[in-house]
């Protein structure tokens, strides 16, 4: 069994800023962070999770080092358990930088693997990982100036491929049927086409 952490990339990255036209964007992107930091840690709490993931969510920010800090400590935990990390790097993906990882069973059987990594996932990484990837501030200012550059392009490919588009769709929802689309039809993939994932704008 192999596992990797880059977990449903298309549908947290399509969670855009809402409402960044009001007031100055910079104060925009820290309220919609800051109230998402604020989520993050109360799920946390009621969820049980280690202390180390809720000290982190405390702060008034996620950095980096905290973010990978919280990965690595997942990982431990499935080391300490029996499972393998087979590969880890650090990838540019959506616009941040992100811990990516393939795991082994081990010496565990194959569905026992699986319960220890999402355990080991949930105690110490998960809601750490979920806020790294979808709202710090630069997260949510790289994916509005995403959205106004693919927006078009994105558009444009999915009326090439005849897919039924709405005339005001947001671009969350176009990044949505585009990913639903290309699981439809493998070969016409929009999110590719246009760099999605890889946009560095």
Known sequence: MRQRAVWAVVVLAAALCVGCADGSEESSYDETSAKALAGALASARSAGVDATQVEVLSGDEVTFAQYRAAVDRALGCMQEAGMEVVEQDVTRWNGRDLVTYAVGSGALPEDQGVTVQDDCYERYARYVDEFWQTSTPD???????????????????????????????????????????????????????????????
Do not use: I, N
Request: hydrophobic share 40%; glycine share 4%.
């Open 139 to 201: 997260g949510l200012a790289y994916e509005e100036r995403r959205a106004s550059a693919l927006r078009a392009p994105l558009v444009q490919c999915l009326d090439a491929y005849a897919a039924d588009v709405p005339e005001k769709a947001s671009f969350r929802e176009l990044v949505v049927l585009a990913s639903d689309h290309a699981q439809a039809q493998p070969d016409q993939d929009c999110l590719d086409d246009v760099g999605y994932a890889t946009w560095d704008g």
